[in-house]
């Protein structure tokens, strides 16, 4: 595996090997977990060379967001990535990205204000942004994301479709610990007292889910089930291809999201 850290540096080394071949892109900020890995493991057995961007970009944080405090350890992640299989890792600094006088943002109207936009204003701006700025330099066949950020997955497919992109995004379920709870870089910050009260945001979507089956109120259900835990927001979400239940919690200092697609079996 090659690590690189320039944009040139990175098209010079895809550009003699890329001719006719698939070219799989996982576009991540690090921190790596078994959601990472399934990524990577899907893009390896889909595409012929696969690039993964580790890269905790700064413009979908706001002041008072989780910017300074966001899990970084690179060695570790060029262990797993290499273990998995990745061809490339592009591992580029700020300044590489949004160099002095950068001013071109990128926003998906309407998806973006709702939800995780209503208490991250400007988060998804610059989601929308840095993939379209990856998928520039890197020209992938097909990008890899986790159903863990539905709304953000949601936001890449319109970008792709409005802006003609001609690639294809593809996702892959949510991976979550023996208890339920989804693997989440920001898991590490939760206490042991935290991390056992977080359990309560899944078991709430699945109860959700549940309700939604017997043709109850799945966001009631869910409210009903969070054991004390202060919600954001609890919502279905619609996109075009499929419905979910979506909820934020903060616990502490900790805010975590999941999702369960309501129109699919629980496993
Ligand atoms: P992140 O590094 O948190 O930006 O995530 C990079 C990619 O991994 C995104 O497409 C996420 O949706 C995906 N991802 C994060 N957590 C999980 C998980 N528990 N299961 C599957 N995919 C995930």
Redesign the pocket.
């Known amino acids: 595996m090659k690590t690189l850290r320039r944009i040139r540096a990175l098209r010079e080394a895809l550009e003699p090997v890329v001719a006719g071949r698939t070219v799989g892109l996982?576009?991540?900020?690090?921190?790596y977990?078994a959601?990472?890995s399934?990524?990577f493991e899907a893009a390896r057995s889909e595409c012929d060379i696969v690039v993964v961007s580790l890269f905790v970009n700064p413009a979908q944080f706001e002041a008072g967001d989780d910017l300074a405090s966001y899990p970084r350890d690179e060695k570790r992640d060029r262990r797993l990535a290499k273990a998995a299989g990745v061809d490339f890792l592009f591992a580029p600094s700020t300044e590489e990205m949004y160099p002095a006088g950068y001013s071109t943002w990128v926003d998906v109207e309407g998806l973006s204000e709702r939800l995780e936009g209503r208490f991250r204003p400007g988060h998804f701006r610059g989601v929308a942004t840095i993939c379209l700025k990856l998928f520039n330099i890197v020209r992938p066949t097909r990008v890899?994301?986790?159903?863990?950020?539905a709304q953000?997955t949601a936001i890449v497919k319109r970008l792709a479709q409005d802006l003609d992109l001609g690639i294809e995004i593809r996702v892959?379920?949510?991976?979550?610990d023996e208890d339920g709870l989804?693997?989440?870089?920001r898991n590490v910050h939760l206490s042991a007292r935290e991390r056992r009260a977080a359990i309560a945001l899944p078991r709430a979507l699945e109860a959700g889910h549940r309700a939604w089956r017997s043709g109850g109120d799945p966001v009631a259900a869910a409210r009903a089930t969070l054991n004390g835990l202060a919600p954001d927001y609890v919502e279905v979400f619609g996109t075009d291809e499929r419905l979910v239940l979506a909820a934020a919690v903060r616990i502490g200092r900790t805010r975590l999201i999941d999702n369960v697609p309501l129109d699919e079996e629980t496993p």
């Open positions: 996982v576009p991540t900020m690090g921190a977990h959601g990472h399934s990524l890899y994301f986790g159903q863990k950020d953000q892959l379920p949510t991976i979550r989804a693997l989440s870089s």
